[in-house]
């Protein structure tokens, strides 16, 4: 899915969703769907098919399409509600279909009577053959690409995308593969690889596990134009469709995995956004009080502090502007404070394993600067390292790796119910809980749990 902002002439504001009717307060200028659509409509020259003035009549002419040349041959059938009045469908309570005759009081359970939509009554299977995947892989594309969800994300990220507390696990496109096939593409964890089809291509950091199967990489669905620069995953899938569903073969697509060459990783915090992006990739990443964008490019400018400034739109020259720069090492990193509170902080460096971004992230919900924050402020990390408490695993308690990896070790926590009680993590939506797991495992196993 493309941005919707490469193809909008204007915006118009919507409304919440339309499943509690008219009790929404709308905000400012904001319509109904139903408004916008139709007035859309009109105004292309279709007044009379679109004339609607409430729900309600969308509603009743829902209702007798749905009984239309029905006659029993479909399940849902609610013509029996198409002659409400206004006053009825205000008052209408839920209740399930069919509905097919006014005062019908719904049915209780669909097909109870053991009758099917068939003129015999009777169920009917759809015998499918299965079938090999139409394109197979081969000695240019080695590699089985599959598509699916990450953890706290949902479709595109047209929602979800807007909370920090979910971005915060999973806040940038990867590409997921077995270390042993890594290394047969000579890349390593952390680094970008560039997945190419034959339709397409896409940019993501590639993470190593023992739980993808070999053969395969998987790739995240939810990333698009408006989020990064690269990493619409949908441009890579193949175009062969199930001949009875439709679906697409998403789970199957040759491709190759190759470096992604860069000569400098970073990441910048802000409170406003960058003003240019015209490195080789980056990533948006929305938090709470600051946008995080990851970055890595190709040219290396000769004067890191002045595309600094720019990018940061520092325009005063007599701003708190903290730098640090080594440029044999290609090291960079700066910070831009206001008012005594971190405004933006910029990490550039020849190699991706930078600070964790936790504790700087964490800097930006306070009001005013401590000298120690300054103080550990281009270092990326506090001046007490246990005050860092790693990526998040637990989003909705804000429970970071190092402090599930230290009161595992430390705390004698043997499983994931010890871990509940001691650090809340796990007790909500329960949806981190194998990541905990797999963290115990790690500590059992003497295994680096950070």
């Known amino acids: 899915m493309r941005s919707l902002r490469s193809a909008a002439h204007l915006y118009l504001a919507a409304g919440p969703r339309g499943d509690t009717g008219d009790r929404h307060r709308f905000c400012g200028e904001a319509r109904p769907d139903w408004w916008i659509i139709s007035q859309i409509a009109q105004r292309l020259g279709h007044r009379a098919a679109f004339a609607y003035e409430h729900p309600h009549q969308i509603f009743v002419e829902h209702a007798a399409l749905s009984g239309i040349d029905n006659h029993g041959a479909r399940a849902f059938d609610i013509s029996g509600l198409a002659n409400l009045t206004l006053a009825e469908y205000d008052a209408l309570e839920p209740l399930r279909w069919p509905v097919p005759a006014r005062g019908h009081p719904g049915t209780q359970r ?41 953890r706290d994300q949902w479709h595109t990220m047209t929602r979800t995308g807007y909370a920090p507390r979910l971005t915060g696990h999973t806040p940038e496109p990867y590409v997921e593969m077995h270390p042993q096939d890594a290394l047969l593409t000579g890349s390593r964890s952390g680094e970008l690889v560039r997945v190419s089809t034959r339709w397409g291509s896409m940019i993501g950091r590639l993470r190593l596990s023992g739980e993808v199967r070999r053969g395969t990489v998987f790739v995240p669905i939810h990333w698009n134009d408006a989020y990064a620069s ?30 992604f060459i860069v000569s400098w990783h970073g990441f910048v915090l802000s409170r406003k956004p960058l003003a240019r992006l015209d490195m080789t990739w980056w990533t948006l990443v929305r938090g709470k009080n600051f946008l995080r964008y990851e970055l890595a490019g190709r040219r290396v400018y000769r004067e890191w502090s002045t595309w600094a400034r720019q990018a940061l739109q520092v325009r005063d020259l007599e701003a708190d502007w903290i730098e640090y720069s080594d440029p044999a090492a290609g090291v ?104 905990i797991k797999s963290l115990i495992e790690d500590v059992r196993a003497g295994r680096q749990c950070e």
Not at 116 to 140: I, L
């Open 332 to 435: 960079y990193r700066a910070a831009l404070l206001e008012q005594g509170r971190i405004a933006a902080c910029l990490f550039i460096s020849p190699r991706p394993d930078l600070p964790e971004r936790s504790w700087l992230a964490g800097l930006f919900a306070k009001p005013r600067l401590e000298d120690t924050d300054r103080a550990g402020l281009l270092m990326g990390r506090p001046a007490e390292r246990r005050a860092d408490t790693g990526p998040v695993v637990c989003a909705c308690f804000g429970v970071g790796r190092r402090v599930l990896c230290d009161a595992i070790a430390t705390g004698d926590l043997a499983t994931v119910t010890e871990i509940g009680r001691a650090l809340r993590a796990g007790t909500r939506c329960g949806s981190c809980v194998p990541e």
């Open 110 to 150: 669909l097909l109870r009577d053991g009758r099917f939509q068939f003129a015999d009554g009777r169920a009917r299977f759809v015998a499918t053959v299965p079938r090999e995947p139409t394109h197979r892989t081969d000695a240019e594309y080695p590699w089985v690409l599959n598509t699916g969800r990450v």
């Open 230 to 259: 690269d990493a619409r995953v949908g441009a890579l899938v193949n175009p062969v469709v199930d001949p009875v569903s439709g679906e697409p073969e998403l789970k199957h697509t040759p491709a190759r995995i190759a470096p």
